[in-house]
């Protein structure tokens, strides 16, 4: 069982940065691949990018790539994205997710654990 609780949302101006946190519980955090998805109002949740147990491997989808980063800390238990050159169309509620697989999976059913989000507002 792992328990995920996400923080660092906020508002912020077109252009600006965001550092996202997600807290995990559990001795076994290590083993899981740990990926960030987000949806916005009246949306689809979408995958936004996930990490390897590792850290060693990472993956974006293509609209945020070359401007969010995804990285890992298994000795505190955490996983940050930092959302750089946001847009307002970033908007959105985010959230952390974790799996075991070894495969990229973006299709967000297949995660098992979930945080509870944290809300990221553009402004333009």
């Known amino acids: 069982q792992v328990q995920l609780v996400e923080s660092g949302g906020g508002l912020v101006q077109a252009g600006g940065s965001l550092r996202l946190a997600c807290a995990a519980s559990?001795?076994?955090?290590?083993?899981?691949?740990m990926g960030w998805f987000r949806q916005a109002p009246g949306k689809e949740r979408e995958f936004v990018a996930r990490?390897?147990?590792?850290?060693?491997?990472?993956y974006y989808a293509d609209s945020v790539k070359g401007r969010f980063t995804i990285s890992r800390d298994n000795a505190k238990n955490t996983v940050y994205l930092q959302l750089n050159s946001l847009k307002p169309e970033d908007t959105a509620v985010y959230y952390c997710?974790?799996?075991?697989?070894?495969?990229?999976?973006?299709?967000?059913?297949?995660?098992?654990?979930w945080g509870q989000g944290t809300q990221v507002t553009v402004s333009s």
């Open positions: 990490i390897s147990w590792s850290g060693g491997s990472t």
């Open positions: 997710a974790a799996h075991r697989s070894v495969l990229v999976i973006t299709t967000p059913k297949v995660w098992d654990y």
């Open positions: 559990g001795r076994t955090f290590s083993s899981y691949a």
